[in-house]
């Protein structure tokens, strides 16, 4: 029997470390892998009760996913674990072209074999709320739904324009989708409903997610009518949140912090007002920003060693600096695979500098950003360090490359964290 309580893909990197800090936190030691581990790999992790790998699918086509998600989903499964969870963003922001959730779900119901696929949206600790099917997320202390959300509904490559997240489902899959609502999860029914909604063929069966109650009745649905195989789950880290109220388990215990770093690298690709605010105040307590054109950013080396050289100034006189494509939704430049190329380009640009000054600690901002970026940066595996903004924690890095073992990263969502973030993990 595998020791192995969970698997996960993430579809993009904050959104696997959003997981794996859910899991490590709450007592399910996990280790996020950037390309599937082998047994031999798992060795290197004894306490390891969880799996992810962190993937890119958010921001890829269908037809990306038909050719990459099924040998990762087969070799998830081999693993043995009791399911494995195609981990989304908590917005679902998500298109028929980019980032496609319904056909992440078909692929995965076809590789595990399960008819019914049960998906948990809301995260009551990220402030993700699912009520009667529709989606709401709270910005600035203030909950929308997510159609009107100010950021995601705007969002530059996939704006959320419908709050019921089936009738958004239904737009990018033929697969039926039904719903587990919050009386029947308040009047601890959660269990019923879902069987009798696998017995009705139901393909993806939705759970509203309101509070912990609902999410721990929802977790116990899930689990308490899990197959005698590996099977297929979906949604946001609530499933790793509803899992973890049913089986309440130890938390992890308390370790000391990190000890501060006296330079802090940021690169950010992030559009988000949210990491807009984070630079701004980094850069009224101490930090040194470096603009970036990310035009001039791809078309030639010269705007790439500018970056380079004014980083380097900042850091050999003992500064901090910030390198940032934009600075708020006010500067997205839009083109065709610009968010790969530009991730790649500042993910070569962190390379250089980790390596040139020795730095401890990188931050790298923005959820496209931070999955193109890490692999400039010979990473194969993170752990949890230290918990900071919820769904961003402070990892340790893996890597067959004695330069990079070792190192501290924060893969941080764009809308992720509170404005004094930057400073808050330097210290």
């Not at 690709?269 to 980094?282: E, F, L, N, R």
């Amino acid at each position: 029997m595998s020791p192995l309580l969970l698997t996960f893909y993430g579809d993009d990197f904050t959104g696997s470390t959003d997981a794996m800090e859910a899991l490590s936190v709450n007592g399910v030691p996990a280790v996020l892998f950037l390309a599937p581990p082998t047994p031999n790999d798992l060795r290197r992790y004894p306490d390891c009760r969880a799996v992810g790998v962190a993937g890119l699918s958010r921001s890829q086509s269908p037809a990306w996913m038909d050719e990459h998600l099924p040998p990762v989903f087969e070799a998830l499964r081999a693993l043995g674990a009791p399911f494995c969870h195609y981990k989304v963003c908590s917005t679902f922001d998500s298109s028929p072209a980019i980032g496609n959730i319904g056909r992440a779900v078909e692929i995965g119901r076809r590789i595990f074999g399960n008819a019914t696929v049960p998906m948990i949206v809301g995260a009551p600790a990220l402030r993700r709320y699912v009520l009667f099917g529709n989606l709401f997320a709270t910005a600035d202390g203030a909950t929308h739904r997510i159609d009107r959300h100010p950021t995601m509904s705007r969002h530059p490559v996939t704006p959320m324009g419908e709050a019921d997240l089936r009738r958004h489902l239904a737009q990018q899959t033929a697969l039926s989708s039904a719903h587990v609502d919050i009386l029947t999860l308040q009047a601890g029914l959660g269990l019923e409903r879902l069987q009798t909604l696998r017995a009705e063929e139901s393909a993806i069966v939705l759970f509203d997610t309101l509070d912990a109650a609902s999410l721990r009745e929802a977790g116990r649905a899930i689990w308490e009518s899990r197959p005698a195989h590996p099977s297929f789950l979906a949604g946001s880290s609530g499933v790793e949140y509803a899992l973890l109220a049913h089986w309440d388990l130890p938390a992890r215990p308390k370790t000391a912090p990190p000890p501060p770093v006296d330079r802090l690298l940021v690169v950010s690709g992030s559009c988000s007002p949210v990491t807009a605010g984070q630079i701004h105040w980094a850069l009224q307590n101490g930090f040194h920003g470096v603009a970036l054109d990310p035009v001039a950013m791809l078309e030639s080396d010269a705007e790439f060693e500018r970056a380079v050289a004014a980083a380097d100034a900042i850091l050999r006189n003992g500064g901090s600096p910030i390198l940032y494509s934009a600075a708020g939704p006010a500067d997205v430049v839009s083109g065709k695979d610009l968010g790969h190329r530009l991730g790649a380009r500042l993910g070569a640009l962190a390379n250089r500098l980790l390596r040139g000054h020795e730095l401890r600690r990188v931050i790298i901002a923005g959820g496209d950003t931070s999955g193109y970026a890490s692999q400039a940066l010979s990473i194969q595996a993170l752990t949890l360090l230290q918990p900071f903004a919820p769904g961003s924690p402070l990892c340790r890095v893996w890597s067959p490359d004695p330069a990079m073992d070792g190192r501290e990263i924060m893969l941080k969502g764009g809308q992720v964290g509170g404005k004094a973030l930057f400073v808050e993990v330097r210290g």
